[in-house]
């Protein structure tokens, strides 16, 4: 059974940082590349960052580039979203992506919330 599990999310402060992780299960990993999106109400879901298979290439949406870093530990079967200098306009549900030919695996988000 496919799983994508997020955490990390929460309430923060405009310039503060969080990190988010989502842990796979039911699939090899490693052949996987995976991305982060994020969605906020009446909006569609905006691609956020993709790291590759290799963990050698990494793409950013210009929006968040320069605040928010991905990366995998394929040993723990896990990709992190380090998210720093949090705007108010970061604010939705982040939702973890696991792509590969046809298969597209989505975990149930983790809502981070930008705020004072």
């Known amino acids: 059974q496919v799983q994508l599990v997020e955490s990390g999310g929460g309430l923060v402060q405009p310039g503060g940082s969080l990190r988010l992780s989502c842990a796979a299960s039911g699939f090899t990993f490693s052949y996987f590349g995976m991305s982060w999106y994020r969605q906020v109400p009446g909006k569609e879901r905006e691609r956020v960052a993709t790291i590759g298979s290799a963990d050698t290439n990494t793409n950013y949406a210009g929006s968040v580039k320069g605040r928010f870093t991905i990366s995998r530990d394929n040993a723990k079967n896990t990709v992190y979203l380090e998210m720093n200098n949090l705007k108010p306009e970061d604010t939705a549900v982040y939702y973890c992506?696991?792509?590969?030919?046809?298969?597209?695996?989505w975990g149930q988000g983790t809502q981070v919330t930008v705020s004072s």
């Open positions: 992506n696991a792509r590969r030919l046809l298969y597209n695996y």
